[in-house]
């Protein structure tokens, strides 16, 4: 037993704690509101060992008895150094500020505590969430026989829809749910991919060669005609394509792949067609851009992230089948959760769970339906709109700026680049994109990403913010080119010396 200091007296929200209730949120929005109001750049550039050590010295043993003085510690020990998505030069990851009437919508969703597995733990909100879901899958072309699910983020929405896909694929080959029948499926996909992809092969028990990498053209989007050569050469082998996994927006370019065709050359081999959608499909919101998505409504799956082109708080995703009878391959029941209905008065009390790899999951539909019915999905569409112009605007910037070189012009709302004067030894300008980031980082003025493409390394804006504008994004390249131009002094320097 530790030496700790008594407890306070907890204070649950029963109708006696209501005060406290209050108390506490205006505490907790007030802090919010005040660090949002002053944060000067996006991160505070805190050495992590240092961080390491202000987090470690905290007794988790000793309580601080209220939530005026617990929000204080949480300053130093988190807040003063989180990270702020909001701020117009963060440009790194698939990260978005997120809306008001989403953010009112998740402390409903906290405080009433639903649990989206059953009925008698969710009641209406099932019939939210359902109603959510049926739009999206409205907005993607589905029919009314489309179902789906709310889950975790992208890599969950990909790993249950890959699971549908193994099922149907064993029923389809009359294979064994065994090894024996693992071993000859395969996923087609190509290397921009996301890696959940290979990620669900693992979990699922498949082969570690099992995904098979499908070609793709001069800008990085799937070829068709490649597909249908990797689909012969399986057949050849005896081996069973699972699924065929496109992508709409891909992590670091932004591409959509060639939906319409390459549902063609699935349904002519009668393959199940997953579509990641997870950054591409806020498009679904957009009246200008919309069309990218064109052929969507051929897939079997798609994952949609809210929280990213969507403007949603983390975590809020969504896997949605064309038809809904595919949500039989995870289907369960327990009789202490959701045993066989045999009363009659319970038919109209539907289940979530039977749909779902999780049990317990977050009301996350709460704060699309609250976004819906407050700004509407023009304006969500709009802001989108407003940051894939921007990345047009950027791409011109770069492509401007001798200094620097771009991957290829922006398919949604990521801009790659390097900095690449002329003559720079292609080895030494890795090293410079790496020493950029860094830098940057540990600075806190801007935040960017990195990433490798046709074996060299590039750095990535992410623009998901509709107030960051040119000037912002032109500072930011300032700043790169900056550190980039020291990194080759001090190089040149090292080599003289």
């Known amino acids: 037993m530790s030496d700790a200091a008594p407890a306070a007296v907890p204070s649950l929200l029963f109708e006696d704690a209501v005060t406290d209730y209050r108390a506490a949120m205006h505490l907790a929005v007030d802090t919010v509101a005040d660090l949002v109001a002053s944060a000067d750049r996006p991160y505070s550039g805190a050495d992590p060992a240092a961080l390491t050590q202000t987090v470690s010295a905290v007794d988790l043993d000793r309580p601080l008895g209220s939530v005026e003085a617990a929000l204080g510690e949480l300053r130093s020990v988190w807040l003063d150094s989180a990270v702020w998505f909001h701020h117009p030069r963060y440009l790194s990851h698939l990260n978005c500020p997120v809306l008001v009437s989403s953010l009112a919508a998740d402390a409903l969703a906290s405080a009433v505590n639903t649990s989206m597995d059953t009925w008698d733990q969710s009641a209406a909100a099932t019939q939210l969430e359902r109603q959510v879901v049926a739009w999206t899958a409205q907005r993607i072309g589905f029919d009314g026989r489309a179902d789906g699910i709310f889950t975790s983020g992208g890599t969950a929405s990909n790993q249950q829809a890959l699971t549908l896909a193994r099922q149907d694929a064993l029923e389809r080959a009359g294979l064994p749910v065994a090894p024996e029948g693992f071993d000859r499926l395969r996923v087609l996909a190509t290397d921009q991919s996301h890696f959940s992809v290979n990620l669900a092969t693992r979990t699922l028990g498949l082969r570690p060669d099992a995904v098979v990498t499908v070609p793709t053209d001069e800008t990085h989007r799937m070829e068709p005609t490649a597909l249908r050569a990797q689909l012969d050469r399986l057949a050849e082998a005896d081996l069973v394509p699972m699924a065929v996994v496109a992508t709409a927006g891909t992590t670091d370019l932004g591409v959509v792949d060639p939906l319409v065709d390459v549902a063609a050359v699935c349904a002519a081999a009668g393959v199940w067609l997953h579509v990641d959608a997870a950054y591409g499909g806020g498009l679904l919101t957009s009246r200008r851009h919309r069309g990218r998505l064109a052929g969507i409504h051929l897939a079997d799956s798609v994952t949609i992230d809210f929280h990213k082109t969507w403007f949603q708080p983390v975590a809020a995703s969504a896997v949605l089948v064309r038809d809904g009878a595919a949500l039989r391959h995870v289907a369960h029941h327990a009789d202490y959760l959701n045993p066989v209905r045999t009363d009659p008065r ?152």
């Open 346 to 497: 319970r038919a109209a009390m539907p289940d979530q769970v039977g749909k779902s790899l999780q049990t317990t999951r977050r009301f996350d539909a709460l704060k699309v339906w609250t976004s819906l019915r407050v700004e509407g999905a023009d304006a969500i569409g709009a802001m989108l709109d407003r940051v894939i112009d921007l990345a047009g605007e950027v791409a011109d910037l770069v492509e401007d700026d001798p200094r620097l070189r771009l991957a290829q012009r922006p398919a949604l709302s990521t801009v790659l680049f390097r900095f690449e004067p002329e003559g720079t030894d292609p080895l030494e300008a890795d090293r410079v994109a790496d020493e950029v980031v860094t830098r940057l980082l540990l600075a806190g003025t801007a935040m960017i990403a990195r990433t490798r493409l046709d074996g060299q390394v590039w750095l990535k804006l992410t623009l998901l913010n509709p107030r960051t504008s040119v000037d912002d994004v032109r500072a930011v390249l300032d700043e790169v080119c900056a550190v980039a131009d020291d990194c080759a002094r001090t190089e040149l320097l090292e080599v003289a010396r």
